[in-house]
């Protein structure tokens, strides 16, 4: 009886074992590790790192076909945690690309704006709303600050300012150090 | 009766301090009610939630209580005229924040009238009004928790299900503030129908309204007023002082003994709790119809001649109140907006009071324990036997100071309330709250970046998915048409520009760029045609205007190349 039991409970913990074992090591994804990466990524999708947005760059950062050094709005910070990681030494960001900016957001001169649509076309992430020939307007929420619709505007109406602090969205600072 | 049945026995609170309370000299006499000031300062964002939205225009003359900024969006909060007279203007003044910062703000210039406008009715017998009703009647009072919190009442009141228990607070634990304890002495009535009122709109089975036993007069008071309605479904209960006894969750624990959980709200035990003041202005609300213009306010410390409360119209800045006190002393050296524990300093007195302040502390040069310069931590451990929310405030600095920020928040930094007694007894005296406070806004600053981020990410990949879509079906119709001989490669082309990644987003507008105009009408084209020499025109001129030009300008020329 007991060797029944304890033979019994053996199999069961062995096999719940190899199950485990299987279930990570052959566990189908997507590509992991480029997902990991472009969660890090802060999905401005400007392109100045070269690439057409975040995901194509995180891929080439996965396999290799790109340093992490090139994205301008993760700035310093985003290089230390893509760093992090991939278990890698931190390096300056790559100023070619571009330099950190502030956060920032798309403003569109109403009075001025033709109605041309060529700023939806040019916007990643569908911000800007308006029709043919009327006005458009910047969904502030959804814009990235990525200054993609500013070249494509045939009347220069569109600008960039730095999102203000308010007492909306100020954080305590850190005490001077102990 | 019978859910106040078990609680004959008191529970406590791990932690906590007796700091000396000094509310004497305040608490002696009555309160005395401020005539309204010249100017009255109305930020729109007196409370937690989203701005309420001006419903006014400069020029406007407005009577007392009449409305000024609607109540936008479900946890928000009306704003009313505190006195007769006319609005001036909207715009941006500093405010009571710690930033410093301003604000939008409604500013009223005061008639000598200080007549009340036109009012709602009042609601003549609420025992047999539907709860919606009150709800709906205490949103459009404008009125938000006057503990200090701010959060809007309506909100709250509309727990499900029902609660048992409604918690009504007049511990009034920090040093210094008296408001609620004189309002308790002087309008006891007037809390009491409010209690029974919020009772009624919660459909919770009973009301406790606890007191710390340093306020005898208040307890009698209160217990006078209960006796007097005769409501057999409230008590009041006596709680010992000690400081933090009116934090939300250590009152709970002390009336009832059970825990809120870890980033939980007490709606999951059943259990809402409002402040007394709050009682009061929803009676007031409901039996008047007169919306929230004023409140109980402690003007106190060694740096205000005669200390004392006053009831004063929201809007009155800070030092029309501190001069209606006596103005300052010699002594005065910090302003403090809020009690000496979770208040913040003021760097200026012209900032107005909100509806959620229950104290200006005038302190003198060594009133308070002055910001020493902090020693490292010695790891003594007093700061863990302080805490009353349970946590490991040492832990919790160590993490914050490294910028550890998410270790912080899996040690339970949100459960912190900021009571400052882990600070008040280190030896090392280190700004341990506003380390907390740092690494809370630094995690909530990476939530909001993570959730735009995400959103971000989610509405490329839509665009993508969409253009993906448009290009194939644009391939179909091609390849449908068949009438010309080489379909086949033009369908290929766009398709396999969407599939290579890396040239879609730019070559969009490019590749649209040249349609748009064609289908345009000939007037707009021309209209677009002279806007663009105007703009062409521009670019030449900020050429000419040599390199100093910056950023926007300089960009459309540098970027054309993108495509
Ligand atoms: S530079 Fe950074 S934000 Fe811009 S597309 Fe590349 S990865 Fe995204
Ligand atoms: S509105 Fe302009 S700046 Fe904002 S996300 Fe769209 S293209 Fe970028
Ligand atoms: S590109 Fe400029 S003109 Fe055209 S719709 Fe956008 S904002 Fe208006
Ligand atoms: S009380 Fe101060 S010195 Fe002692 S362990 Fe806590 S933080 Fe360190
Ligand atoms: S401030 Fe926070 S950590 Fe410090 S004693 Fe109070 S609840 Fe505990």
Redesign the interface.
């Known amino acids: 009886m007991l060797v029944a039991i304890v033979a019994l409970t053996l199999l069961a913990g062995l096999s719940g074992l190899l199950l485990g074992y299987a279930a990570v090591r052959f566990r189908v994804e997507g590509d992991p590790l480029a997902d990991k990466i472009d969660a890090v990524l802060p999905q401005t999708q400007c392109g100045q790192c070269g690439f057409a947005g975040c995901r194509p760059y995180a891929e080439a950062i996965a396999a290799g076909a790109a340093d992490i050094d090139r994205c301008p709005p993760g700035g310093q910070a985003g290089v230390e945690a893509l760093a992090a990681l991939l278990g890698v030494e931190p390096k300056p960001l790559d100023t070619a690309h571009g330099v950190e900016k502030p956060p920032q957001l798309a403003v569109i001169d109403e009075t001025q704006c033709i109605g041309c649509t060529l700023c939806i076309q040019a916007c990643p992430v569908d911000a800007i709303v308006g029709a043919a020939k009327h006005m458009h307007t910047v969904i502030a929420q959804e814009c990235t600050g990525c200054e993609l619709c500013v070249a494509p505007c045939p009347v220069d109406c569109i600008h960039m300012v730095p999102i203000a602090t308010t007492p909306a969205n100020w954080a305590w600072p850190a005490p001077r150090a102990a | 009766m019978g859910v106040l049945d078990p609680l004959v026995r008191l529970w406590r609170f791990n932690g906590g301090l007796h700091p000396p309370t000094r509310k004497a000299p305040s608490n002696a006499q009555p309160a005395r009610a401020l005539p309204p000031p010249p100017r009255l300062l109305l930020p729109l964002?007196q409370h937690v939630g989203a701005?309420a939205r001006p419903v006014v225009n400069p020029g406007q003359h407005v009577g007392r209580g009449e409305l000024l900024a609607a109540a936008d969006g479900y946890v928000s909060a009306a704003l009313h005229a505190p006195t007769s007279g006319t609005v001036v203007a909207l715009e941006a003044r500093p405010?009571a924040?710690?930033?410093g910062?301003s604000?939008p703000c409604l500013v009223l210039d005061a008639d000598d009238a200080d007549a009340w406008g036109a009012l709602p009715a009042p609601l003549a017998d609420w025992r047999t009004a539907a709860a919606a009703e009150i709800r709906r009647r205490v949103r459009e009072a404008g009125i938000v928790g006057l503990g200090g919190a701010a959060f809007p009442t309506a909100v709250k009141l509309a727990a499900e299900p029902p609660p048992n228990l409604l918690i009504v607070n007049g511990a009034e634990c920090e040093p210094y503030i008296t408001c609620d304890d004189r309002l308790m002495r002087e309008r006891a009535a007037a809390i009491v129908g409010g209690v029974l009122i919020l009772r009624h709109a919660l459909g919770a089975a009973a009301a406790l309204v606890a007191i710390e036993d340093d306020k005898p007069e208040a307890l009698a008071a209160m217990r006078a007023a209960v006796a007097a309605s005769g409501a057999a479904e409230l008590r009041v209960q006596a709680v010992p002082t000690r400081y933090p006894s009116g934090g939300e969750r250590q009152l709970i624990r002390v009336l009832t003994g059970r825990e809120v959980p870890s980033g939980g709200l007490p709606a999951e035990l059943g259990i809402v709790c409002q402040n007394v003041a709050t009682a009061a202005a929803v009676f007031e609300a409901i039996t008047t119809g007169r919306p929230l213009t004023a409140r109980y306010v402690t003007v106190t410390g060694a740096g205000v001649h005669t200390p004392q409360v006053v009831e004063a119209r929201i809007g009155t800045p800070v030092a029309d109140l501190v001069a209606a006190c006596g103005g300052y002393t010699a002594a005065a050296a910090r302003l403090i907006y809020g009690g000496p524990m979770m208040g913040f300093a003021l760097a200026d007195d012209g900032v107005p009071l909100g509806k959620g302040g229950n104290c200006i502390l005038v302190a003198g040069a060594t009133e308070l324990a002055p910001p020493a310069?902090?020693?490292?931590?010695i790891r003594c451990g007093d700061c863990v036997r302080a805490c009353p929310a349970d946590l490991l405030p040492q832990q919790l600095y160590w993490h914050a100071?490294a910028r550890e920020f998410e270790r912080a928040g899996e040690l339970g930094l949100f459960d912190c309330i900021e009571c400052g007694c882990c600070a008040a007894v280190c030896p090392?005296r280190?700004?341990l709250v506003?380390?907390y406070?740092?690494a809370?806004?630094?995690l909530?600053?990476a939530e909001r970046?993570r959730h735009?981020?995400?959103?971000?990410?989610e509405?490329?990949?839509?665009?993508q998915a969409r253009q993906a879509r448009e290009e194939a079906e644009r391939a179909a119709r091609l390849a449908a048409k068949k009438a010309h001989p080489a379909p086949a490669p033009e369908a290929a082309a766009p398709a396999a520009a969407t599939a290579t990644?890396?040239?879609?987003?730019?070559t969009?507008?490019t590749a649209?760029?040249s349609p748009?105009?064609t289908t345009?009408d000939d007037p707009?084209q021309a209209?677009?045609a002279a806007?663009?020499a105007?703009?062409q025109a521009?670019?030449a001129r900020a050429a000419a205007d040599a390199t100093a030009g910056t950023?926007?300008d300089a960009?459309?020329g540098?970027?054309?190349g993108?495509g």
């Open positions: 964002t701005a405010i924040h710690p930033s910062l604000a310069p902090a020693l490292p931590c100071r090392s280190l700004p506003q380390y406070r740092h809370k806004g630094e909530l600053a970046e735009k981020a995400d959103l971000a990410r509405r490329h990949g839509a665009r990644a890396p040239a879609s987003v730019a969009a507008p649209a760029a748009a105009p345009t707009r209209a677009i806007a663009l105007r703009a521009r670019r950023s926007t960009a459309p540098d970027d054309d993108r």
